[in-house]
Protein backbone atom coordinates (compact mmCIF):
# COMPACT_ATOMS: atom_id res chain seq x y z
CA UNK A 1 0.00 0.00 0.00
CA UNK A 2 1.19 3.38 -1.00
CA UNK A 3 1.01 6.17 1.59
CA UNK A 4 2.03 9.98 0.99
CA UNK A 5 3.87 11.45 3.87
CA UNK A 6 3.58 14.96 4.40
CA UNK A 7 6.81 15.50 6.01
CA UNK A 8 7.92 18.65 8.02
CA UNK A 9 11.31 18.13 8.55
CA UNK A 10 13.99 15.52 8.35
CA UNK A 11 14.25 14.77 11.81
CA UNK A 12 9.76 14.36 12.25
CA UNK A 13 10.03 12.16 9.56
CA UNK A 14 12.78 9.53 10.71
CA UNK A 15 10.26 8.50 13.35
CA UNK A 16 7.63 7.66 11.01
CA UNK A 17 9.68 6.63 8.49
CA UNK A 18 10.92 3.62 11.19
CA UNK A 19 7.56 3.17 12.38
CA UNK A 20 5.29 2.86 9.18
CA UNK A 21 7.74 1.30 6.63
CA UNK A 22 7.16 -2.10 6.90
CA UNK A 23 3.35 -1.70 6.17
CA UNK A 24 3.88 1.29 3.26
CA UNK A 25 5.53 2.08 0.35
CA UNK A 26 6.09 5.73 1.69
CA UNK A 27 6.47 9.18 -0.89
CA UNK A 28 8.03 11.98 1.13
CA UNK A 29 5.71 15.07 0.41
CA UNK A 30 7.74 18.29 1.23
CA UNK A 31 4.57 21.04 0.89
CA UNK A 32 6.17 23.49 3.58
CA UNK A 33 5.41 27.07 2.55
CA UNK A 34 5.68 28.30 5.95
CA UNK A 35 9.13 27.99 6.01
CA UNK A 36 11.21 31.37 6.13
CA UNK A 37 13.47 32.69 4.99
CA UNK A 38 14.13 30.65 1.59
CA UNK A 39 17.24 29.80 2.79
CA UNK A 40 16.09 27.61 5.44
CA UNK A 41 13.47 26.13 3.59
CA UNK A 42 16.12 25.03 1.56
CA UNK A 43 18.08 23.86 4.01
CA UNK A 44 15.67 21.70 5.48
CA UNK A 45 14.46 20.36 2.45
CA UNK A 46 18.13 19.74 1.59
CA UNK A 47 18.02 17.46 4.87
CA UNK A 48 14.61 15.95 3.66
CA UNK A 49 16.56 14.38 0.85
CA UNK A 50 19.60 13.42 2.97
CA UNK A 51 17.41 11.39 5.05
CA UNK A 52 15.54 9.68 1.94
CA UNK A 53 18.85 8.73 0.36
CA UNK A 54 18.98 6.62 3.41
CA UNK A 55 15.93 5.22 2.96
CA UNK A 56 13.95 3.65 0.18
CA UNK A 57 11.10 6.71 0.37
CA UNK A 58 10.93 9.21 -2.69
CA UNK A 59 10.92 13.13 -2.16
CA UNK A 60 8.48 14.82 -3.67
CA UNK A 61 8.31 18.55 -3.30
CA UNK A 62 6.68 21.56 -4.90
CA UNK A 63 8.02 24.51 -5.89
CA UNK A 64 8.48 26.78 -2.63
CA UNK A 65 5.92 29.44 -2.51
CA UNK A 66 5.95 31.71 0.59
CA UNK A 67 3.42 34.00 -0.37
CA UNK A 68 0.71 30.93 -0.63
CA UNK A 69 1.25 30.72 3.32
CA UNK A 70 1.14 34.82 3.97
CA UNK A 71 -1.87 35.12 2.12
CA UNK A 72 -3.66 32.26 3.81
CA UNK A 73 -2.70 33.73 7.43
CA UNK A 74 -3.24 36.77 6.77
CA UNK A 75 -4.78 38.82 9.81
CA UNK A 76 -3.83 35.89 12.03
CA UNK A 77 0.16 37.20 12.28
CA UNK A 78 0.01 37.68 16.16
CA UNK A 79 -1.78 34.99 17.25
CA UNK A 80 -0.41 32.84 19.57
CA UNK A 81 1.81 29.51 19.07
CA UNK A 82 -0.48 26.82 18.25
CA UNK A 83 -3.42 28.98 18.18
CA UNK A 84 -5.70 29.86 14.72
CA UNK A 85 -2.41 30.62 12.79
CA UNK A 86 -0.98 27.43 13.31
CA UNK A 87 -4.56 25.63 12.25
CA UNK A 88 -4.39 27.56 8.97
CA UNK A 89 -0.76 26.38 8.22
CA UNK A 90 -1.98 22.71 8.72
CA UNK A 91 -4.79 23.10 6.85
CA UNK A 92 -2.57 24.49 3.76
CA UNK A 93 -0.35 22.08 4.16
CA UNK A 94 -2.46 18.74 4.34
CA UNK A 95 -5.17 19.86 1.54
CA UNK A 96 -2.36 20.39 -0.69
CA UNK A 97 -1.29 16.85 0.53
CA UNK A 98 -4.82 15.11 0.21
CA UNK A 99 -4.85 16.32 -3.33
CA UNK A 100 -1.76 15.07 -4.38
CA UNK A 101 -2.81 11.95 -2.75
CA UNK A 102 -5.67 11.62 -4.48
CA UNK A 103 -4.13 12.47 -7.85
CA UNK A 104 -1.47 10.90 -7.59
CA UNK A 105 -3.19 7.54 -6.56
CA UNK A 106 -1.94 7.28 -2.97
CA UNK A 107 -3.87 4.71 -1.18
CA UNK A 108 -3.58 7.56 1.76
CA UNK A 109 -1.92 10.05 3.24
CA UNK A 110 0.03 11.13 6.58
CA UNK A 111 1.99 14.13 8.44
CA UNK A 112 5.13 13.91 10.46
CA UNK A 113 3.42 17.23 12.04
CA UNK A 114 2.42 15.22 15.00
CA UNK A 115 5.89 13.87 16.46
CA UNK A 116 6.38 17.74 17.82
CA UNK A 117 6.24 18.41 21.20
CA UNK A 118 4.82 21.38 20.66
CA UNK A 119 2.04 20.32 18.25
CA UNK A 120 -1.36 19.25 19.25
CA UNK A 121 -1.88 15.44 17.25
CA UNK A 122 -6.09 16.52 17.99
CA UNK A 123 -6.15 19.96 15.39
CA UNK A 124 -3.44 18.30 13.11
CA UNK A 125 -5.44 15.02 12.17
CA UNK A 126 -9.02 17.12 12.87
CA UNK A 127 -7.21 19.06 9.74
CA UNK A 128 -6.07 15.36 8.28
CA UNK A 129 -9.92 14.72 8.36
CA UNK A 130 -11.01 17.14 6.43
CA UNK A 131 -8.50 17.57 3.86
CA UNK A 132 -9.52 13.77 3.53
CA UNK A 133 -13.36 14.50 2.88
CA UNK A 134 -12.32 17.43 0.49
CA UNK A 135 -10.28 15.62 -1.73
CA UNK A 136 -11.44 12.12 -1.59
CA UNK A 137 -8.91 10.58 -0.09
CA UNK A 138 -7.81 8.94 3.08
CA UNK A 139 -6.17 10.03 6.13
CA UNK A 140 -3.94 8.07 8.81
CA UNK A 141 -4.68 10.19 11.64
CA UNK A 142 -1.65 9.39 13.91
CA UNK A 143 -0.06 10.59 16.77
CA UNK A 144 3.74 10.34 16.04
CA UNK A 145 5.15 11.46 19.82
CA UNK A 146 3.24 8.38 21.90
CA UNK A 147 5.77 5.93 22.92
CA UNK A 148 8.44 8.26 23.04
CA UNK A 149 7.82 9.15 19.36
CA UNK A 150 9.78 12.80 20.05
CA UNK A 151 12.49 10.92 21.94
CA UNK A 152 13.58 8.48 19.42
CA UNK A 153 13.41 11.13 16.56
CA UNK A 154 16.20 12.82 18.74
CA UNK A 155 17.79 9.75 18.66
CA UNK A 156 17.66 9.08 14.59
CA UNK A 157 18.43 12.44 14.31
CA UNK A 158 21.45 12.31 16.15
CA UNK A 159 22.41 8.80 14.50
CA UNK A 160 22.45 10.20 10.73
CA UNK A 161 23.82 13.76 12.16
CA UNK A 162 20.83 15.82 10.00
CA UNK A 163 20.13 18.99 11.63
CA UNK A 164 17.54 20.20 14.21
CA UNK A 165 16.29 23.40 14.00
CA UNK A 166 14.96 25.15 17.10
CA UNK A 167 11.44 26.77 15.17
CA UNK A 168 8.12 25.63 13.49
CA UNK A 169 9.22 27.19 10.44
CA UNK A 170 7.19 30.72 9.97
CA UNK A 171 8.45 34.10 10.92
CA UNK A 172 5.83 34.69 13.23
CA UNK A 173 7.00 31.80 15.18
CA UNK A 174 10.73 32.14 15.51
CA UNK A 175 10.32 36.18 16.40
CA UNK A 176 8.58 34.66 19.59
CA UNK A 177 11.02 31.42 20.17
CA UNK A 178 14.44 32.20 22.18
CA UNK A 179 17.39 32.55 19.97
CA UNK A 180 18.31 30.57 17.42
CA UNK A 181 18.86 26.87 18.80
CA UNK A 182 19.11 24.90 15.86
CA UNK A 183 21.94 22.50 15.37
CA UNK A 184 23.01 19.24 13.45
CA UNK A 185 23.08 16.44 15.76
CA UNK A 186 26.31 14.54 16.09
Known sequence: MRLLLHACCAPCSTVVLE????????????????????????????????LAAKTPAPVL????DHA??????????????GGARCIRCYELRL??????ARELGFDAFASTLTVGPRKRASDINACGDAAAREYGAVW???????????????????????YRQSYCGCEFARNISSGDQSERMT
Open 140 to 162: LAEDFKKRDGYKRSVELSREYGL
Open 95 to 100: RRTARE
Open 61 to 64: APEY
Open 19 to 50: RLSEKWDITLFYHNPNIYPSGEYEKRLGEVRC
Open 68 to 81: EFLDSVRGLESEPE
